[in-house]
């Protein structure tokens, strides 16, 4: 089945552009030119990723991001001609998965794409070749993490994660007590190259504590300064 991109920008040839790339590679596209049109398309037929340019009119694209991220963990590729890191890090911090400047390589893009959509769903993959359900789940402690469903529970209640931030969790609750480096989560997580002016993985952290932290009272995720992370169980 191919995989649904939905393209939000209002500049009518960086959409026809995007998805004459996204149509190249085999997956399927709609394009929406403000962010009330995205918000109405994304809810008559449910996309499989979102590409969202920030600077929109009639609502932005942090606005769409943050109304999407209220109930959905689809993935979403932000994309700004602001270069700033705080600009960067407000689009991650409201829930975007990954983040592009303005002007970008549409090759790129396909492969940012194409890394995000396979980070989101290679959980479920793996999970039913496993086939039994405890290859499948994870607990530790008040946590229960489902790779089939890619969701995740702290206490029985649900933790509404991005993508990105359940390959984190999934990734320090498998091997509880072990110090992962950011170069560590970022390359076994985005399966990218790390730079070490990077921030992501930081900013990631920091959401998905507050997320345990709400839920469970405690953040779970320990910083090991100068070092990286772990999760205690």
Excluded at 22 to 30: I, M, Q, R, V, Y
Excluded at 112 to 138: K, M, N
Aim: charged share 30%; glycine share 8%; proline share 3%.
């Amino acid at each position: 089945m191919d995989r649904r991109i939905l393209i939000v920008d209002d500049e009518k040839e960086i959409a026809d552009l995007i998805e004459i790339y996204l149509k190249n590679e085999g997956f399927a596209t709609e394009k929406a030119h403000d962010g009330e049109e995205a918000l109405s398309a994304y809810e008559k037929d449910p996309h499989d990723l979102v590409v969202l340019d920030i600077m929109m009119p009639k609502m932005d694209g942090l606005e769409v991001c943050r109304r999407l991220r209220r109930d959905q963990s689809v993935p979403i590729l932000m994309l700004s001609a602001k270069a700033e890191d705080m600009d960067k890090i407000m689009g991650l911090m409201t829930g975007a998965d990954d983040y592009m400047i303005k002007p970008f390589n549409p090759l790129e893009l396909v492969a940012r794409v194409r890394s995000l959509l396979r980070r989101s769903y290679q959980f479920g993959a793996q999970a039913e070749a496993g086939g039994s359900r405890q290859d499948r789940e994870l607990r530790l402690g008040p946590l229960r993490i489902d790779k089939l469903s890619h969701t995740a529970e702290a206490d029985g209640k649900p933790l509404h994660l991005t993508s990105t931030e359940f390959g984190i969790l999934h990734l320090l609750a498998g091997q509880p007590g072990r110090v992962f480096s950011a170069e560590d989560i970022f390359q076994q997580v985005w399966k990218e190259k790390y730079f070490d002016s990077n921030n992501t993985v930081m900013v990631h952290i920091s959401k998905l504590r507050d997320k345990l932290e709400k839920e469970l009272g405690d953040k779970m995720i320990v910083t090991v300064w100068g070092v990286g992370y772990k999760i205690e169980g």
